[in-house]
């Protein structure tokens, strides 16, 4: 099918870590194309967030729930699907970020890592597949990073974890192809204007000892096509994933003006 976003038309399309940055994007752009948006996150805030959305007449709501609590996961991913339908798309968006040297890394702070961005992951996909079979379809999404593929320095955990999460992608891929269900993953370069890199970028302030404008001077230099990704880069590329993209499974799609190339 060619890229159509009369197909999410009345879509139930779920997105976690949806509050705010690159999660609410992809949110508001499926609520454009006319998609029934559920949008988690852990902050309150999240329904804010849906409430804008609503008030402009799309079709939005809001969860407010911690990814990494599984029975809760499961209980809301049912009742999700009991209340609106079958799930069509679901994007992992949730995630969480830690820098400080590797030494210095606690069996709590790679615990965190794992958590949040592998088994919440997992746990919202369990919640997820079960309607999506019984619906014939659909699409994953999940959300590695550029560190997923080459390591950062100063960033095992996270690292590890974004690791994990393109193995995750490829086994699920290979699980569920014969129930016609994608399962992609996106790795995005460093994204301006979101909570990742905000924590990131402190890291290295701190870490690195330089200055913000050096710091943001010193990774834009890394950058083939010589600057950030913006939040609309990602965007576009998990629209495609949804409503096109359909001889494609188990990727893991670098969206970083060139930084990650394999
Ligand atoms: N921003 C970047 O530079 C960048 C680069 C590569 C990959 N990524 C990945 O993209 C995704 C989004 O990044 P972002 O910068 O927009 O993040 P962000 O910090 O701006 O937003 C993440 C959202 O996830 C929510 N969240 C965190 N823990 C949660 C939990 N346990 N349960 C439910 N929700 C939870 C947060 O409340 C927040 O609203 C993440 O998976 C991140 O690792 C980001």
Not at 86 to 102: E, H, S, W
Not at 159 to 183: C, F, H, M, R
Not at 234 to 257: K, M, P, R
């Amino acid at each position: 099918m060619g890229l159509s976003s009369e197909r999410l038309k009345d879509k139930v399309c779920v997105v976690t870590g949806a509050a705010k940055s690159i999660g609410f994007g992809i949110a508001k752009k499926y609520a454009e194309a006319g998609a029934s948006v559920v949008l988690l996150d852990i902050v309150p805030e999240v329904r804010d967030s849906a409430k804008g959305l609503a008030d402009a007449g799309y079709s939005a709501r809001a969860y407010v729930i911690d990814i990494t609590k599984r029975a809760a996961v499961l209980e809301l991913f049912e009742r999700i699907a009991a209340e609106l339908g079958n799930i069509f798309c679901l994007v992992n968006n949730a995630g969480v970020v830690d820098q400080r040297p590797f030494l210095d890394n606690t069996e709590a702070e790679f615990e965190k890592m794992f958590r949040v961005n592998v088994y919440g992951t997992a746990w919202c996909i369990q919640g997820a597949l079960p309607s999506m079979v019984k619906g014939g379809e659909g699409k994953i999404i999940n959300f590695s990073s550029k560190s997923g593929k080459t390591g950062s320095s100063l960033m095992a955990p996270y690292s590890s974890a974004k690791g994990a999460i393109i193995a995750l992608t490829q086994a699920l891929a290979y699980e569920y192809a014969g129930n016609k269900i994608n399962i992609n993953c996106i790795c995005p370069g460093i994204t301006d204007a979101t909570g990742v890199w905000g924590n990131v970028s402190r890291g290295y302030i701190e870490n690195l000892k330089l200055p913000r404008d050096e710091v943001v001077k010193k990774f834009t230099a890394k950058v083939p096509l010589g600057r950030l990704t913006d939040i609309d880069d990602v965007v576009e590329y998990v629209f495609f994933l949804t409503v096109s993209g359909d001889y494609c499974t188990g990727q893991a799609i670098n969206i970083s003006g060139g930084r990650e190339m394999h």
